[in-house]
C-alpha cells in the first residue's frame, strides 16, 4: 500500500477556499486516490476520488499532479460542518485494494 | 442515505465475556471492512472481505474474528473480551469496480469491557 503524508492540521476561515495537499510518492500506476473525512463523533464519509485527471463533485474539487506524486483536495468555499479530519487513500480499489486510513489533516474552521 | 447498521450502538459486557458485533448492509456490496478506533486516533482496519467466504486481517492485529457467509452481513466476535477491547468499532461496505466505490460507514459501536 502506497504511503501518504498530509499535514496534521490546518486552519480555515470560514467561505473561504480551502486546499488540502496530499504527498503520495510511492503510488502504483493504478492506485485511485480517494478522500474521505470524518466528522467530530461520526464515522467517515466519502469525499471524492480520481485516478489522472482533476475531479469535480459537488463536495469538493480534486488536483490530482501529473506524475500523481501528490493531490490537492479543494474545498471551494469552507463552512463550520467542513470541521474534520481529511484523509487521502491511495488504494487499488478496483481490484481489490483495501482503504487504509493514515493520520489525516484535521481542519479547523473559524468563523 | 447509507444502509448499513450496526447494533448494538453502545455495549458494556464484563471480562471473559463471548460478543458478536453485528454489521449489515443492504447495498448489495461485495467489500466489507471492519475498523477499529480508539478517542481522537486514527481508524486502524482490522478485518476485511472482499466477499462471501472470503476474509483477511487487516493492517492492525486483532483478537477478533469475522465471518462472511452472506453478502449482507459480517459480524465480529470475540471470544473472551478484555478491558484492552475497549474501543469503538466501525463496519463500512463497498462496491467493486471503478464507479461505485464509495464507501459507506455504519455508526459504530462503543464497546466497554469492565
Known amino acids: 500500500d502506497a504511503k501518504t503524508t498530509q499535514p496534521n492540521s490546518m486552519e480555515s476561515n470560514e467561505e473561504e477556499p480551502v486546499h488540502l495537499p496530499c504527498n503520495h510518492s510511492?503510488?502504483?500506476?493504478?492506485?485511485?486516490i480517494h478522500w474521505y473525512r470524518q466528522l467530530p463523533s461520526q464515522g467517515p464519509e466519502y469525499v471524492i476520488h480520481?485516478?489522472?485527471s482533476n475531479v469535480n463533485n459537488r463536495m469538493a474539487s480534486l488536483a490530482i499532479a501529473e506524475d500523481r506524486k501528490s493531490s490537492t483536495l479543494i474545498l471551494h468555499r469552507a463552512t463550520l460542518r467542513d470541521a474534520a479530519v481529511y484523509y487521502c487513500?491511495?488504494?487499488?480499489?478496483?481490484?481489490?485494494?483495501?482503504?487504509?486510513f493514515g493520520q489525516g489533516t484535521e481542519l479547523s474552521v473559524k468563523p | 442515505e447509507a444502509d448499513i447498521y450496526q447494533t448494538p450502538r453502545y455495549l458494556v459486557i464484563g471480562t471473559g465475556k463471548k460478543i458478536t458485533l453485528e454489521c449489515s448492509q443492504t447495498m448489495g456490496h461485495d467489500k466489507m471492512y471492519w475498523y477499529q478506533q480508539d478517542p481522537g486516533m486514527e481508524l486502524h482496519l482490522i478485518h476485511y472481505?472482499?466477499?462471501?467466504?472470503?476474509?483477511e486481517k487487516g493492517d492492525l492485529s486483532s483478537e477478533s474474528t469475522v465471518s462472511r457467509i452472506r453478502t449482507e452481513h459480517f459480524p465480529l466476535t470475540l471470544e473472551s473480551a478484555r478491558p484492552s477491547h475497549t474501543s469503538q468499532y466501525l463496519c463500512?461496505?463497498?462496491?467493486?469496480?471503478?464507479?461505485?466505490?464509495?464507501?459507506?460507514f455504519g455508526q459504530g459501536t462503543r464497546l466497554t469491557v469492565v
Open positions: 480520481g485516478l489522472t
Open positions: 463500512a461496505s463497498s462496491g467493486s469496480g471503478t464507479v461505485n466505490t464509495e464507501a459507506f
Open positions: 472481505s472482499y466477499g462471501v467466504n472470503s476474509t
Open positions: 487513500i491511495p488504494s487499488l480499489y478496483n481490484q481489490g485494494g483495501k482503504l487504509i
Open positions: 510511492t503510488i502504483s500506476g493504478t492506485d485511485y
